[in-house]
């Protein structure tokens, strides 16, 4: 019982984090996003001049609800990065769940 109360409470720490830190996410370039960055100039986020990598990045391919940190079908951004932060946190949680059940079956059958 102890052990399913921790497991729950993790969960829901990982929850509340998950809407509040991403709230803080940095908008400047991360260490790749840099590197790729090398060479152009910059103003405001776009890129005025100079050669580098990402000058032939376009938009998203796939796009989609998490692009760019945020939900691309809600007009808070506050709003969206909270959520986002939230699903992605459920998303894994249920993806690594259903791999370790599965893998935890696999060793049952293994040992009978």
């Known amino acids: 019982m102890k052990t399913k109360r921790f497991w729950i409470a993790g969960v829901v720490v990982t929850l509340v984090l998950a809407g509040f830190v991403s709230l803080f996410a940095s908008a400047s370039p991360d260490g790749l996003e840099s590197v790729l960055l090398t060479g152009c100039e910059t103003a405001d986020g776009e890129i005025t001049g100079g050669a580098c990598v990402l000058q032939a990045a376009g938009d998203h391919e796939i796009g989609g609800a998490f692009a ?45």
Request: proline share 0%; glycine share 14%; no cysteine.
């Open 68 to 112: 760019d940190y945020g939900m691309s079908f809600l007009d808070n951004e506050i709003l969206g990065a909270s959520l986002s932060g939230v699903l992605g946190v459920i998303l894994t949680l249920a993806i690594a769940t259903g791999l370790f059940r599965l893998l935890a079956r696999g060793k049952k059958r293994e040992h009978a």
